[in-house]
């Protein structure tokens, strides 16, 4: 297992993330962030990991940049967990274009935010890409979240970083079930879909039964 005792953990992230962590879930969320935690702690309680969720929902990687000294740099965390690119994307296609991050953004804000991070504290980033819970991979949204991916896993093999491919883990399990049994709108997921993203976020760590 990669984790260390007495690591700080931080996550940020859009609505995935958040999942009711400023309010009724507070203040870890009833999504993966409190899943990861609690099995971590469960099977590793000597370490003594610390656990903090700065995920909000609605935001891109703009929007998360504009908020990275305070909710990232000032914690001075041993762990970086980023997840973001569903609205980035989503943006383009639904609501205000005019607040959607394209490639050449996203791609350009990820570095930063990485770089940033890992030479303030020598931080170790776990980097969870986009993904839309679609099995048709000519969707146009659909296809545009793996182009968001690849952008982030060159970001993730630049900076020699964990990667995440959820798009590709919903994949897998789509081949053999509905986008229903994990979502209602293709995005928010439900307790099983949480259930994935944390399996593989896990998975990232060596986490080990």
């Known amino acids: 297992m990669l984790l260390q005792p007495n690591q700080k953990i931080v996550f940020i992230g859009d609505s995935i993330t958040d999942a009711g962590r400023r309010d009724i879930a507070a203040p870890y969320g009833n999504g993966y962030v409190s899943m990861v935690r609690n099995m971590l702690i469960a099977r590793y309680p000597h370490l003594k990991l610390t656990f903090v969720n700065r995920g909000i929902s609605g935001n891109t990687v703009r929007e998360i940049a504009?908020?990275?000294?305070?909710d990232v740099i000032s914690e001075r965390p041993h762990w970086l967990s980023l997840m973001v690119g569903i609205n980035d994307?989503?943006?383009?296609?639904?609501?205000?274009?005019a607040t959607a991050v394209f490639p050449v953004e996203?791609?350009?804000?990820?570095?930063l935010l990485v770089h940033r991070v890992q030479d303030?504290?020598?931080t170790q980033v776990i980097l969870l890409s986009p993904y839309m819970?679609?099995?048709?991979?000519e969707q146009p949204m659909r296809r545009q979240m793996e182009v968001y991916a690849a952008l982030m896993a060159q970001v993730a093999a630049e900076f020699k970083t964990l990667y995440v491919d959820l798009q590709e883990a919903f994949a897998q399990v789509l081949r053999v079930s509905v986008p229903q049994l994990w979502s209602e709108d293709q995005f928010h997921p439900f307790g099983?879909?949480?259930a994935l993203i944390?399996?593989?976020?896990?998975?990232?760590?060596?986490?080990s039964l």
């Open 66 to 70: 504009a908020r990275f000294e305070r």
């Open 89 to 97: 994307v989503y943006r383009q296609f639904h609501g205000d274009p």
């Open 106 to 111: 996203y791609q350009a804000t990820l570095r």
């Open 120 to 122: 303030a504290f020598g």
């Open 133 to 137: 819970i679609e099995p048709d991979r």
């Open 192 to 194: 099983v879909g949480h």
């Open 198 to 207: 944390a399996r593989e976020w896990l998975r990232a760590v060596q986490f």
